[in-house]
């Protein structure tokens, strides 16, 4: 949960030579469970009223192994080659990662895994797919060709801990207010994307950090068992998941947080600088949750030997937190059909990778500039007919670097599916640019910024004038929205103090939920 800074710089093309994330910037997940009506080009094709589709058969069970993963500033707190060996003992098909801090690919490339998405610092041995429409939120599993699973990757805000605050005599009122405004807030945007997910009946699961206890755990049963645990709480953020059909797979075979504690953070691994602190209070807040479509067959804990119901254990222990692995027994979905690109940002002479499903008549992938829904694209390629998912390669030899859409046509000519993608000139960098480099405090600051990397976790902080991320304490911050190139208002539902005091400050654009700077902007408070 705590976080220690590290010393890293980049360049942006350094980033791009290792990035293997997914991109989208469509508004709208409508497409996922029926075939779109196609985008019509300019003028219209009239085409014949579509007859009322034909049930699919649900797909055969299978089953599908998942570890979350804390791995604690890029895993190289104390041993990178202990946190490869932990996931390698686990074997499970797909980690999530939290504080992966640029080393999703570094990982994947020690397991000899081939799939990758550093947007959402997943490695998997099964295809990853980020669907439009899901702009980060979630992404599909591939288990079977043309049969997903959805994945949701959370890393909720650390601070202030709930905890901290019980421990430290706040009140219940107080410790529910200070969830719902940080960590459940943060949450929403997510479970609000699964929904259509969720109501289609394809399995779902919700891994992460979520720095915040369960409901489940905390009960008047629990109070006292650890001395922080001093009144039972409804803690907001697991009530949401509940709420919203998900089940914490720990407490479905582990029902009693008294016998069963599970505890995730803090881990007992060596201590660097003196953390973590012995008498730190320890919770379980390190979760895979499911739902739809899905059996829990088994969960364990992963980390220190002889750590609480650690049944998997690697000495030393890599991460200030514990692995949590759950096995299932999965029903997948069918998605509608889609397009998508491995990553939204490829350098310009690469190759951009596509993944698509179609009803297999004979659809044709094409590249357009960005907006264009007409015109003779600039790349097209035939699919097979009868094909109804696989992948293609585009060379980007032909493109200039600028914004591009892969779009996926349909035979009458229209637009199905499309998905942003930006072809980066060679030694091209990242920017951030205030269009009001002076705001009054408590005003909105508008930051935009090009060239990002796209992952979920980029994010925009604010430091004071000539601070060093990889030394210095951010004052405020929020994140990108997984885009390439954009602008966001800093203003209160960032995290931090705010308003910030008058004062001179940098605004930085980081990498990857870490401390990389890819570009800072100067900005001035005023009274």
Known sequence: MIRHRWRATVALTAVLATLVSCGSDTPSSSWLFRTPDPVAATPATPTATPAAPTPTPRPADVDLTLLDFNIEYGGDEVDFDKV????????????????????????ADALGWPYVSVRSQLVSKLPLIDPPGANGEYTFVEVRPGEVVAIVNVHLPSDPYGPYHVRDGESLEAVLELERTTRLAALQPKLDAVADVLAAGIP????GDFNAPSHLDWTEAAVGQRPHVLYAVAWPV???????????????????PVSHPGLTWWAGRP?????????????RIDIIYAAGPATTVATALVGEVGGPQVEIAVDPWGSDHRAVLATFRVQPGVPGAYVSVDRPLVPAGS????????????????VRPAGAIDGTP??????????????????????APADYEVQLLHVTGGITSRTPVRVAADGEVA????????????DPIEVVFTGAPGSRWDWIGLYPRGGDPNVDDYEYYTYTGSRVSGSVTV??????????????YDVLLLLDDGYVELARAPLTITP
Request: hydrophobic share 35%; net charge negative; no cysteine.
């Open 84 to 107: 490869i060996e932990a996931i390698r003992l686990a074997d499970p098909d797909v980690v999530a990662l939290e504080e992966a801090e640029g080393n999703t690919g570094r990982v």
């Open 204 to 207: 779902t699961f919700v891994l």
């Open 238 to 256: 697991s009530m949401a998941l509940e709420a919203a059909g998900f089940r914490d797979t720990y407490r479905e075979l582990h029902p009693d």
């Open 271 to 283: 201590l660097v600088d003196d953390y973590p602190d012995p008498s730190e209070p320890q919770d």
């Open 351 to 366: 190759d951009i990778t596509v993944r698509y499903r179609t009803p297999g008549d004979g659809e044709r992938l094409a």
């Open 378 to 399: 600039l790349i097209e390629i035939a699919l097979d007919a009868g094909v109804t998912s696989g992948m293609s390669t585009i060379g980007t030899g032909a493109l």
């Open 431 to 442: 920017t951030i640019r205030l269009p009001s480099a002076t705001r009054a405090s408590g």
């Open 491 to 504: 203003d209160d539902r960032g995290e931090g103090a705010w308003p910030l005091a008058p004062g001179e």
